[in-house]
């Protein structure tokens, strides 16, 4: 990891860029992949399966029978870690939901809001170099919980043309409707125009590499929504000599792991600290299945020395990341002035994987600085807020002027009729 001792802020953007390429380089590909598969539907859709993903299938949709099968390959231990994790989040998300919201604004004049679920979503599940079931847990749980009618999956297949038997049981066990074995830009395609195989959707949601990405990005122009730009895996930790390096040490190679694209950041008061972390990541990165990736992924990451609790601060703001771990001894001043982070992690025994996985909150967060203007994954995401009014013969006669004055100043007679009408027929 590069360390950095007490960068200017005007080097802040430089030292805090991210190892990703931006929309333009890779949008000329995924509009390519997105007309062909409009136009050709689930030809074009096996076409790029057999170019990415190196296998030819017959059909893209997984049956029944391979569902059923996928459950007695996962463990009896496991199962029962994946049902934990499922009712901790299903306790957390049900308690996000709210109650009808009304209001009188003014006598006979009565507003109200009420939340309805999104029909169609179409969940993507990553399973490249790791087949995250977790994050359909993360996506599944919710959308039951709203109410979605129907819940469409994508992941991608291995060479042997199958889904990961853990994908598949964790899938079923959360009522997912359909599931394809559909992976990259293909499956975002295919989810946002719809083919003979696989429904078109109303929002898309899950995290994938920069293509897909990009891809959720570019859906968007044809009309469906996505839950966020999420991309690779990020994570911050502020700590000082109050922190255990080690746990530092193994909550920066967590994320590392998760791709070569991924970017970890240590902020630091404590040069020493920082000495005995870097040490750590050496000696734990030797162990680690994954360390060729984490390897490259602490290549673009950072150790940033900083000369005190406000510039940390200053600087967290700035970078706005994913996955955000407090580890300090003032603790509640960063809790309470950290405005920009998509999930926060706090104190020496609360690593990210806690979020990761089971503790209950949504690891479907905003990276690339995006938590500056939106929020990770919630039961809200999965809804819409539709508002309604009521106006009594009380309520058109008090707010009536009002109307008639503002539209006929925007020069909307039609407007201001539909209100003068009313008003007269209560004068008759």
């Not at 957390?92 to 109200?112: D, I, L, N, R, Y």
């Not at 960063?334 to 949504?362: K, L, R, W």
Request: aromatic share 6%; hydrophobic share 40%; net charge negative.
């Amino acid at each position: 990891m590069q360390r950095i001792r007490y960068p200017k802020k005007e080097d802040w953007s430089e030292i805090l860029r991210r190892p990703t390429q931006t929309v333009k380089d890779i949008e000329s590909i995924v509009e390519a992949v997105f007309k062909d598969v409009e136009q050709r539907g689930d030809e074009a859709v096996m076409d790029y399966t057999q170019q990415f993903d190196k296998v030819r299938l017959d059909s893209i949709q997984a049956t029944q029978k391979e569902i059923e099968a996928a459950s007695s390959q996962v463990s009896a231990e496991l199962k029962h870690a994946i049902q934990l994790a499922k009712g901790n989040i299903e306790k957390f998300h049900s308690a996000q939901k709210s109650e009808k919201v009304e209001s009188e604004t003014m006598p006979g004049v009565k507003c109200w809001q009420e939340k309805r679920p999104i029909q169609k979503v179409g969940l993507y599940i990553p399973g490249g170099t790791a087949p995250l079931f977790s994050t359909i847990l993360m996506l599944a749980v919710p959308a039951k919980i709203a109410g979605c009618e129907e819940i469409v999956l994508c992941t991608p297949p291995n060479e042997n043309g199958q889904i990961n038997p853990v994908i598949l049981y964790t899938a079923q066990l959360c009522g997912v409707s359909q599931i394809f074995k559909v992976g990259g830009i293909q499956a975002i395609a295919g989810m946002t125009f719809g083919t003979d195989t696989i429904p078109k959707v109303y929002k898309i949601f899950g995290p994938g590499n920069q293509y897909v990405t990009v891809a959720k990005q570019i859906a968007t122009k044809y009309g469906v929504a996505i839950d966020m730009p999420a991309g690779p895996s990020e994570l911050l930790v502020v700590a000082d000599d109050s922190a255990n390096a080690a746990f530092v040490a193994s909550d920066l190679l967590s994320q590392a792991e998760h791709g070569v694209d991924s970017q970890v950041i240590l902020v630091s008061t404590s040069e020493n600290f920082i000495s005995e972390v870097s040490k750590e990541i050496e000696a734990q990165l030797i162990d680690l299945p994954r360390r060729e990736i984490a390897k490259q992924a602490i290549a673009n990451s950072r150790l940033i020395l900083v000369q005190d609790d406000n510039t940390a601060l200053a600087l967290i703001n700035e970078y706005g990341p994913e996955h955000y771990i407090v580890c300090v001894e003032n603790e509640e001043f960063y809790i309470q002035n950290t405005i920009n982070a998509g999930s926060v992690f706090i104190g020496n025994y609360t690593p990210e994987s806690a979020g990761d996985y089971a503790s209950g909150t949504n690891h479907t967060l905003p990276t690339n600085g995006y938590a500056k203007q939106y929020s990770g994954v919630n039961l809200d995401s999965f809804m819409k807020s539709m508002t309604f009014q009521r106006i009594t013969e009380e309520g058109i006669q008090g707010i009536g002027e009002a109307i008639e004055l503002m539209a006929e100043a925007e020069g909307l007679q039609a407007h201001k009729n539909a209100v003068t009408l009313r008003l007269k027929s209560l004068q008759e």
